[in-house]
């Protein structure tokens, strides 16, 4: 993605001044990432639709899936215009061509059925708002609605119509409160579960390895209460508090960290453009 410097620049979908940058750039919300895909696997043919068309069953290629995904999602949040509509393209087109199979009905689905990409779309906007906003990242009830404002254009590029998209928390929690009743852990997604604790890595990232039952357990703790149980988990409130106090310390260690080595690139030119535009609009507030 070519550098961007000026604050008059092509930054995408969001930008300097949006919720979005301030927030997605923390390393705390790798947790959120992992979450979100434990909380879109309980839409029963939403997990049957990815198990069917992609690696995700095989230990060998799951890495590289995964490593497309955050290559999409870093495209998307930090991309240019051009950037994001390429790679948007590409999914959309993908989408298109493919099917699932219902295992309770055996009727044949498309994947890009709009149930199954807003699912998807509000577990990962759920899941980033919630980890964040648990870890201590500064954040307002209105940051948050803006947040998920925000993030409908992200909606857009999968393929959905952003007017059918929730656009504050509290539509979020009333959409979640209206699927609760239609969805469920199925066996590829107790199985998607059970092998988070032991991801099959590249040999070169076998410290990764190492670090998933920690990081696994953590990330579990962090889904709905509702959501644990659905996966046959206990669903206790003391759970929610110590997954709350170990984000908050994790958070507030990389606090100490500096940003050249606690954010990636995109991140730290994100931060600097943020602060570019927030010293451009103090001048103007001043001569004016």
């Not at 504050?168 to 199925?186: H, K, L, P, S």
């Not at 590249?202 to 190492?210: D, E, G, S, T, V």
């Not at 659905?230 to 003391?238: D, N």
Request: net charge neutral.
């Amino acid at each position: 993605m070519r550098e961007l410097s000026e604050l008059g620049a092509d930054h995408g979908l969001f930008g300097p001044g949006s919720v979005t940058w301030r927030v997605m750039g923390e390393p705390v919300l790798m947790v959120g990432g992992v979450r979100a895909l434990l909380l879109q696997a309980l839409h029963p043919r939403s997990m049957w639709g990815t198990a069917q068309n992609s690696e995700l069953m095989d230990p060998s290629a799951a890495w590289a899936r995964l490593t497309r995904t955050v290559e999409f999602v870093r495209v998307r949040t930090y991309g240019t215009e051009e950037d994001v509509e390429r790679v948007g393209r590409r999914v959309r087109r993908l989408h298109a061509k493919l099917t699932g199979l219902d295992m309770r009905t055996g009727e044949t689905f498309p994947i890009d059925d709009p149930e199954n990409l807003l699912w998807v779309h509000m577990g990962e906007v759920d899941s980033y708002l919630d980890v964040a906003r648990r870890a201590g990242v500064p954040l307002t009830a209105e940051d948050a609605d803006s947040f998920v404002d925000e993030q409908r254009r992200a909606a857009e590029v999968v393929g959905l119509d952003p007017a059918d998209v929730p656009a504050t928390v509290a539509e979020m929690d009333e959409y979640y409160a209206g699927m609760r009743r239609r969805i469920w852990a199925c066996r590829e997604a107790r199985e998607g579960l059970r092998r988070m604790f032991s991801p099959a890595v590249p040999r070169h990232l076998l410290p990764l390895k190492l670090a998933a039952p920690a990081v696994g357990t953590l990330t579990v703790a962090t889904l709905p209460r509702w959501a644990r149980r659905m996966y046959g988990l206990p669903g206790l409130p003391t759970s929610d508090l110590a997954a709350t106090l170990t984000l908050k310390g994790l958070y507030r260690t990389s606090l100490v960290v500096p940003e050249r080595y606690r954010y990636t690139p995109d991140a730290q030119r994100a931060r600097r453009l943020t602060r570019e535009h927030e010293n451009s609009l103090a001048t103007w507030s001043i001569a004016s």
